[in-house]
Nanobody, 116 residues
């Protein structure tokens, strides 16, 4: 499974961005895809996830502001990020869960910078 993340950039406080994670390869039987982020000096954090049924989970820090969705026809998962805050600045990664209960496939990061 290969994952390609895109959509990061520089945005002002209160702005919006949409990240995309395109999956290719053996995407059948993927259990879930998640978006992680890691800011300098901080631990990696699971921001949002979506499973094959479309069930979603969010970190408390982004609830009400971020929305994860998927387009099965395009094998793509999106992360719509609204009302962005400086603390949302981080490298965002998408990851896929397939054979285990852990995220085992990782895409490259896409940088999100929120300026105040």
């Amino acid at each position: 499974v290969q994952l390609q993340a895109s959509g990061g950039g520089l945005v002002q406080v209160g702005g919006s961005l949409r990240l995309s994670c395109a999956a290719s390869g053996s995407t059948y039987s993927l259990k879930a895809i998640g978006w992680y982020r890691q800011a300098p000096g901080k631990q990696r954090e699971l921001v949002a996830s979506i499973n094959t049924n479309g069930d979603t989970k969010y970190a408390d820090s982004v609830k009400g502001r971020f929305t994860i969705s998927k387009d099965d026809d395009k094998n793509t998962v999106y992360l719509q990020m609204n009302s962005l805050k400086p603390e949302d600045t981080a490298l965002y990664y998408c990851a896929a869960m397939k054979s285990s209960l852990e995220y085992e496939y990782w895409g490259q990061g896409t940088l999100v910078t929120v300026s105040s």
